[in-house]
Nanobody, 118 residues
Framework: QVQLVESGGGLVQPGGSLRLSCAAS????????MKWYRQAPGKEREFVAG????????NYVDSVKGRFTISRDNAKNTVYLQMNSLKPEDTAVYYC???????????WGQGTQVTVSS
C-alpha cells in the first residue's frame, strides 16, 4: 500500500523557518521524482518544488526561489522541504507527491498545514 505522510507543518511568524518532511512507503522511492505542492484557501493547488529520483535535478516556483530548498534521503525514503524567510503568502496546505519527474504526481500525501502569521 502506497503511503506518503507529511509532517512538520505549523504556525510560524513571518521571517521564520519550517522544515517539512514526507515519509514514503509502498513503492520504490528512489525510482520516483518527488514534488511539493501547496494549496491556499480559495486557490488552486500549485507546484512549489521538485527533485529528481537521485537528487541531481531540482526546480522551484519563482516565488520561493532562494528561500525554499528541496532535498531527499533515499536511504530513509524521505523528501524534505526547508522553508526559510517565510511570508504570510506562504500560508497553505502543503502536499508531497511522487511520480515521473516531468509529469504530475501519481501518488499524493494527505497534506500538512503551514500558517505564517504574527
Amino acid at each position: 500500500q502506497v503511503q506518503l505522510v507529511e509532517s512538520g507543518g505549523g504556525l510560524v511568524q513571518p521571517g521564520g523557518s519550517l522544515r517539512l518532511s514526507c515519509a514514503a512507503s509502498g513503492f520504490t522511492f528512489s525510482s520516483y521524482g518527488m514534488k511539493w505542492y501547496r494549496q491556499a484557501p480559495g486557490k488552486e493547488r500549485e507546484f512549489v518544488a521538485g527533485i529528481s529520483s537521485f537528487g541531481k535535478s531540482t526546480n522551484y516556483v519563482d516565488s520561493v526561489k532562494g528561500r525554499f530548498t528541496i532535498s531527499r534521503d533515499n536511504a530513509k525514503n524521505t523528501v524534505y522541504l526547508q522553508m526559510n524567510s517565510l511570508k504570510p503568502e506562504d500560508t497553505a496546505v502543503y502536499y508531497c507527491g511522487a511520480g515521473p519527474w516531468r509529469l504530475d504526481p501519481t501518488y499524493w500525501g494527505q497534506g500538512t498545514q503551514v500558517t505564517v502569521s504574527s
